[in-house]
């Protein structure tokens, strides 16, 4: 509600000027028109619909017959006569524990209204019943606030003798004027560690402390930040470690906690050890008392801490370092977030979440225990597919051994392992001198066997001539085999391949005899995987089972496998011990950068087990053969 609509000067005055108009009518006589003044005046200073002052001596004594009095009231009539009906015998018990109380209504209208009610210190039992709209709801505290600053309605002691003599004195209460200055002097620092100071050092100030320690929840503990007259202190020390443990029990018991040394100390602090603790430690010290600062939610969050010599704190002073406490805590919170490096922000922003998730007080301890009994739960009871692991290898049987068929040396090795080669390709070539020489003289005893017979015909001597020309065939033999070796001296590729065997740098140069390898070629097609498996994992999955396979040379494309056959004899491969061989179909398309011998990780598999089984078994295994169990 602005305060234009409120109508009339009075309520557009600061809110200085209605305190000091209120102070001032404290000296009229307690008449119908100082409760209707101090009625407008309170409306304007809390900004509301509606303020009625009602007398609850009936409710005081026990009597709930009849409607309260109303001494004083401003506002609406309709406003007035809901606001009056929703003061109850319930509401008024309600506020006097703290002296005021909250809750909300609905008008006759039917519009939402929160009533905000004060135990007004009165000539006679009084209350003020403040009516704000619901969407002001936000600004319900400070209204209390300026509502308890105004509440003390005792007529002021006069300054003449006589008068003394005749009007009682009346006890000094708690400056609740001075602690919403403290919690402005608090909210205006620019930082988080100058509004802690701030806040200590004026709680000693304003409360008549001998000190006042701030400590903030950290995880399951608490952490001291700021102590009054105190730049810097050691976490570590005594007195540091005992303040914590008292915070601690404040931020578990989420209640103001105040010990007295005289009556106290016998019973060691009753049922709070740390603060007995902490009490006796401190020489000087005869009260304490621990007020808890509470977040939106009603959570204790961080705890003010105060110690005093002369006297304890009053119900009325720890009433009211209660509201300012829960009046600064968000802005507190707000620039200790902003003050922390990133590390420190994702950790509270991890913590809040985890608190909201299980709730406060040791919040890892309850997220560990709850991550460790799911992870339990699901290793018992979640069943996941369980694969066999083995080593495999592309195979084709068609491949084709390429060997010399001469003795000699390499003259040229044309190709070298991986090449991809086509029908009549050459691949290498013999040394043929001494092939060619053998062949010029064939030739030459060829032409002479043949001038032999001719020579032998025109004789007319058969048997010559008949002896030349079979000398003359056998030469020709020879030539053809002559011919035949020169021939297979080129070694040619005897389909489209591949190159699996045969290093160009090994052969070139090299002296073979006939028989001996020099190439392996083999054709892309027909290619199935064998696949070698412990002897341990054997038993896990049938002779039919699907299987993926990843190569080394590309694991992010597995191929889809099916086993086709099983070799029922185990092989020894050195240290990794006995492996049985096992038969694979490709289901995938041929890839063309596929090549027989790539070898790669085969995953077979073996139906579903439960996590506790795929990850214990082995051990379990080795465990009944080491123990015969």
Request: aromatic letters at 6%; hydrophobic letters at 45%; charged letters at 25%.
């Amino acid at each position: 509600m602005s305060e234009q609509d409120h109508g009339g000067a009075t309520r557009a005055r600061q809110p200085a000027e209605l305190i000091d108009a209120l102070l001032g009518l404290l000296a009229l006589p307690r008449t119908g028109e100082f409760y209707a003044q101090y009625a407008e005046l309170v409306r304007g200073l809390c900004r509301a619909e509606a303020v009625l002052v009602v007398d609850a001596t009936s409710l005081q004594e026990g009597r709930s017959e009849g409607v309260a009095i109303r001494l004083g009231q401003d506002g609406a009539a309709q406003d007035l006569q809901d606001l009056a009906r929703e003061f109850t015998a319930a509401r008024w018990q309600a506020s006097q524990a703290q002296g005021y109380s909250h809750d909300t209504y609905r008008k006759s209208d039917g519009l939402g209204c929160v009533m905000l009610l004060v135990r007004l210190l009165d000539v006679v039992p009084s209350a003020l019943l403040i009516s704000l709209p619901e969407r002001d709801r936000a600004y319900l505290k400070e209204a209390l606030v300026r509502a308890l600053l105004v509440k003390d309605l005792r007529p002021q002691a006069p300054s003449s003798a006589s008068a003394l003599a005749t009007v009682p004195a009346v006890p000094e209460q708690a400056g609740l004027l001075d602690v919403l200055g403290l919690a402005t002097e608090v909210l205006q620092a620019p930082r988080f560690g100058a509004a802690a100071l701030a806040l200590v050092n004026g709680a000693v100030r304003t409360l008549g402390l001998r000190q006042a320690v701030l400590c903030w929840r950290s995880a399951a503990d608490a952490e001291v930040l700021a102590i009054s007259h105190i730049d810097r202190f050691e976490s570590t020390s005594r007195l540091v470690m005992a303040l914590k443990a008292a915070a601690a029990e404040v931020l578990a018991t989420d209640r103001v906690i105040a010990l007295d040394r005289q009556i106290d100390s016998e019973q060691s602090g009753g049922a709070w050890p740390a603060h007995g603790a902490l009490l006796e430690g401190l020489e000087g010290v005869r009260h304490l008392a621990s007020l808890p600062m509470r977040d939106g939610s009603g959570q204790t969050q961080a705890v003010l801490i105060t110690m005093s010599d002369e006297r304890a704190l009053t119900d009325d002073q720890i009433n009211q370092a209660l509201l300012m406490l829960e009046m600064i805590y968000p802005r507190l919170a707000d620039t200790r977030w902003r003050d922390a490096n990133w590390f420190k922000q994702m950790r509270q922003s991890l913590l809040h979440r985890l608190e909201l998730l299980v709730g406060p007080g040791r919040p890892w301890l309850k997220f560990g225990a709850l991550v460790t009994s799911v992870l339990v739960l699901a290793m018992l009871f979640v069943q996941v597919p369980y694969r066999v692991e083995a080593s495999a290898q592309l195979i084709t049987d068609s491949t084709r051994l390429i060997t010399s068929q001469n003795d000699g040396r390499l003259l040229e090795v044309l190709v070298d392992v991986g090449d991809t080669v086509t029908q009549g390709q050459p691949l290498a070539r013999l040394d043929t001198t001494d092939l060619q020489q053998q062949q010029a003289e064939v030739l030459s005893e060829i032409q002479r066997y043949a001038a032999d017979e001719d020579k032998a015909r025109a004789g007319g001597a058969l048997a010559e001539m008949q002896v030349a020309k079979a000398r003359r065939v056998q030469s020709e033999a020879r030539l053809k085999r002559v011919a035949y070796f020169l021939q297979q001296a080129r070694t040619e590729a005897p389909f489209d391949g591949v190159v699996v065997e045969g290093e160009r740098r090994n052969l070139l140069g090299s002296s073979v005899r006939r028989g001996d390898k020099l190439f392996r070629i083999a054709q892309v097609r027909d290619l199935y995987v064998v696949m070698q498996v412990p002897e341990h994992a054997i038993r896990e999955f049938s002779g039919d089972a699907p299987a993926e396979l990843l190569l080394l040379s590309q694991p992010d494309q597995p191929i889809r496998l099916k086993i086709s056959s099983f070799v029922p004899m185990a092989q020894v491969k050195g240290e990794e011990g006995n492996q049985f061989v096992l038969k694979a179909q490709i289901l995938d398309p041929v890839a063309p950068w596929w090549r027989p011998g790539m070898t790669g990780l085969a995953k077979i598999e073996a139906g579903t087990r439960n996590i506790s089984w795929v990850l214990f078994h082995r051990t379990i295994d080795k465990l009944r053969l080491w123990l015969w169990w």
